[in-house]
């Protein structure tokens, strides 16, 4: 039987946005402040993004763990962080970036930071992989499928406001047809009509024109046989 994977979903929008802004830092051209300046906002959202997943794992899915086996908790709240001094670092290379005033010396310094986010892309490629590979065996063995969708429900209704919207951009770019289809035919059937509304607008601005009519196909198969 497969189970459900907390980390499935938000891991993959967390990925994306890795992978997108890694290309975005690849394409900027750094004698170009405007561009460069663009690329630096991008990165500061995925260090802000990074903390609050974190966060939030500290405080729902670890202590789960923790129950359990608080050797592995442990292991894993130091993985974190090392994740916060690695964002720590690539921060203060951003600020440095921001007060220098010569474009050579500014240059120099996006160089540092293009170091120091392949470094944090990095540690979190890997462990996010670690944490799905260890942390899942732990949790499936404890845990039902309705009480880890407890724990997800639990952070969701914790995530900011103007932080869903982020998450969800992210979720939707970086999850595949199917699995955006499941998704919002769950927030269609559990959620009131106008978080639904939204996230629909969410795939219809972020998906390319032919994934989502696929979803859409998906969304209303079997509705005209109902
Ligand atoms: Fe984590």
Not at 44 to 64: K, S, T, W
Not at 164 to 181: D, P, S
């Amino acid at each position: 039987m497969q189970r459900y994977n907390i980390f499935h979903q938000i891991h993959k929008g967390l990925r994306a946005m890795l992978y997108e802004t890694a290309i975005k830092v690849q394409h900027a051209d750094f004698w170009n402040v405007d561009e460069t300046e663009d690329t630096i906002e991008n990165i500061n959202e995925v260090v802000r993004l990074f903390d609050m997943h974190a966060f939030h794992e500290d405080n729902h899915v670890f202590p789960a763990v923790e129950k359990y086996d608080p050797a592995i908790a442990d292991a894993f709240e130091q993985e974190h962080v090392q994740d916060h001094l690695l964002g720590e670092l690539l921060s203060n290379s951003i600020e440095r970036w921001k007060n220098a005033s010569i474009i050579t010396e500014k240059a120099e310094i996006a160089r540092e930071v293009q170091h120091a986010y392949v470094k944090f892309m990095v540690f979190n490629l890997e462990h996010m992989a670690k944490e799905e590979d260890v942390l899942n065996k732990i949790l499936w063995r404890y845990y039902t499928d309705a009480e880890l969708m407890a724990i997800t429900g639990q952070i969701i209704s914790e995530v900011p406001t103007d932080y869903v919207g982020k998450y969800n951009r992210w979720m939707m770019r970086g999850l595949n047809n199917a699995e955006i289809t499941r998704w919002l035919k769950s927030v269609e059937r559990n959620a009131p009509e106008y978080v639904f509304r939204s996230l629909f607008t969410t795939a219809e601005r972020e998906l390319p024109e032919r994934r989502f009519r696929l979803v859409l196909e998906g969304l209303t198969e079997g509705v005209m046989l109902a």
